[in-house]
C-alpha cells in the first residue's frame, strides 16, 4: 500500500466492510453508522489535532473534504426549530417558499432540502450560524454519531431504519402525540452515503499536496466562520 493513499485504503475497506455486514451478515443500523463515523471522526482527528473540538472539526472536514451535500440544510428541522421558538413569521416565510404544510408520510431529502445561501435569499434574518446547527454535517455529528457512541441508540429524531433506494437523506413523518396527531419528521442517513462520504474525505485528505503542520483554528465553519487557514495532519 502506497503511504500517500493509506487513508483512502483504509476508509474503502471500512465501507465495504460495513455494506457486507448490513447486507449479507444481519449488521445494524447502530453498527454500521458507528464504524464510519468512527473513520470521519479520525481522519477529523488527524487533521486537528487535541482534545475538545470533536463536533466542529467532525463538521469542518466534512465541509472542506466532503461532498457538497454535507452542508446542506435540513428545512424539516430549521422548521421545526423556529416553531418551537415562536418564531412565526420566519417559519411561515420559509414554509411558503420551500416547505408548504406537506402531507406525505415521506421526503427526499434531495428535494425538500436547500443550501445556505438559497435560504438566506429567502429569509434574511437567519444567520448562517444558526442554519449550520442543521447541515447534514451537524446532524450527523449531534443525531447519529454521538448518540450511537454514548447512549448506543439514534437521536429521538432519527429514523434508524433501511431507507430503502439509495438517497443521501430521507425522512418519515411520525406520529409524536397520539392524542393531537402531532407529527414530527425524522432523519435518515443513508449508510451507503455515508460510507461514501468517508471515502471521500480520506481520498481528498490523501490528495492534498499542502503538508503544512497543523495550526490552530480561529473559528470553525459549524460556528459561521469559514476557517481561513487550512491546515492538513503530518
Known amino acids: 500500500m502506497s503511504s500517500n493513499v493509506w487513508r ?18 444481519g449488521g445494524s443500523y ?28 467532525f463538521v469542518e472536514v466534512l465541509q472542506e473534504f466532503g461532498p457538497k451535500e454535507t452542508t446542506r ?3 424539516p428541522f430549521l422548521i421545526r426549530h423556529l416553531k418551537k421558538q415562536q418564531r412565526h413569521a420566519e417559519k411561515k416565510k420559509l414554509a411558503k417558499q420551500f416547505f408548504d404544510n406537506p402531507q406525505y408520510g415521506s421526503l427526499d431529502g434531495d428535494t425538500v432540502d436547500k443550501y445556505e445561501d438559497e435560504i438566506i435569499d429567502a429569509c434574511e434574518s437567519l444567520s448562517r450560524e444558526e442554519l449550520r446547527v442543521f447541515s447534514y454535517g451537524n446532524l450527523l455529528y449531534k443525531e447519529i454519531r454521538s448518540a450511537y457512541t454514548h447512549e448506543y441508540g439514534a437521536g429521538s429524531s432519527v429514523d434508524s431504519s433501511p431507507s430503502g ?8 413523518n411520525w406520529v409524536e402525540n397520539p392524542r393531537s396527531q402531532d407529527t414530527v419528521w425524522r432523519i435518515n442517513f443513508n449508510v451507503e452515503w455515508i460510507g461514501n462520504v468517508a471515502v471521500e474525505v480520506a481520498k481528498a485528505l490523501d490528495n492534498r ?20 487557514t487550512r491546515i492538513v495532519y503530518c
Open 8 to 25: 483512502t485504503a483504509v476508509a474503502t475497506k471500512k465501507r465495504d466492510l460495513v455494506l457486507r455486514l448490513v447486507r449479507d451478515c
Open 30 to 57: 447502530a453498527d454500521a453508522v458507528l464504524i464510519l463515523c468512527a473513520v470521519i471522526s479520525g481522519l477529523a482527528a488527524q487533521v486537528w489535532r487535541g482534545r475538545g473540538k470533536d463536533r466542529e472539526r
Open 73 to 75: 440544510i435540513s428545512l
Open 165 to 172: 433506494p439509495y438517497r443521501t437523506v430521507t425522512y418519515v
Open 209 to 228: 499536496a499542502d503538508k503544512s503542520k497543523p495550526s490552530s483554528p480561529k473559528s470553525w465553519w459549524v460556528d459561521g466562520n469559514k476557517m481561513k
